[in-house]
């Protein structure tokens, strides 16, 4: 560091200090003025009043830190009745219970040489979100049962799981195509009812 900048270096820090005891000397000089103006006009004043140094005062500790909550006064008197300061405490309101319902539908969809194919759902719905999902095939043939396994691998049942009904996505399965609709319009039924 070059002279010049020491010497920068060394003003600014006296200018800091002097600042400082500036604003520390003005703190005392204002509340000893404050001070000065409370007494002097507390004697002038003709009273029995004692002027005293303050006081800490500790918290009590038979009161509770905050007041209870949902408090309401038990009576309101007139002027120059006793009063009753005691209050009544009414339980705290809790959370609203939730809507829990169970639906079911059932589909019936054609299938090909002829056949029927059935799907039945059922599923428990909390607050209009899927708790539980069953899904079970009804009419079964064995040609239907290959596309049946090709759907159930897609774990619906869990997947859908904590998702609203009215947010379900259209489900198209290759290879399942037809069990895939009538699970789309009965999850459409399902979300009627809720």
């Known amino acids: 560091m070059n002279k010049k900048s020491g010497i920068i270096v060394g003003v600014f820090v006296i200018a800091v200090v002097l600042a400082s005891l500036f604003i520390m000397a003005s703190q005392d000089t204002t509340t000893n003025e404050v001070s000065e103006v409370a007494t002097d006009s507390a004697l002038t004043e003709e009273s029995n009043v004692d002027v005293v140094d303050p006081v800490e005062v500790e918290p009590r500790s038979d009161f ?34 939730p809507i829990i319902s169970t639906v079911s539908d059932t589909v019936s969809y054609s299938l090909p040489r002829a056949h029927t194919g059935t799907l039945e759902l059922t599923a428990t719905v909390e607050d209009g979100v899927i708790a539980s999902l069953d899904i ?10 290959e596309h049946h396994d090709i759907f159930d691998n897609q774990n619906l049942e869990l997947e859908l799981v904590g998702v609203s009904l009215d947010e379900v996505e259209d489900v ?22 809720v």
């Not at 079970?136 to 239907?144: A, G, I, M, R, W």
């Not at 195509?177 to 459409?188: D, M, P």
Request: hydrophobic content about 30%; aromatic content about 2%; overall charge negative.
């Open 64 to 97: 509770p830190d905050s007041a209870p909550e949902n408090t309401t006064p038990l009576e309101t008197v007139n002027s120059g009745d006793k009063v009753d300061t005691s209050t009544e405490t009414s339980p705290a309101p809790t959370a609203a219970e």
């Open 136 to 145: 079970n095939h009804l009419d079964v043939t064995p040609q239907s049962q």
């Open 172 to 193: 198209q399965i290759a290879g399942a195509s037809l069990t895939s609709a009538a699970f789309n319009e009965a999850i459409a039924n399902l979300a009627s009812q």
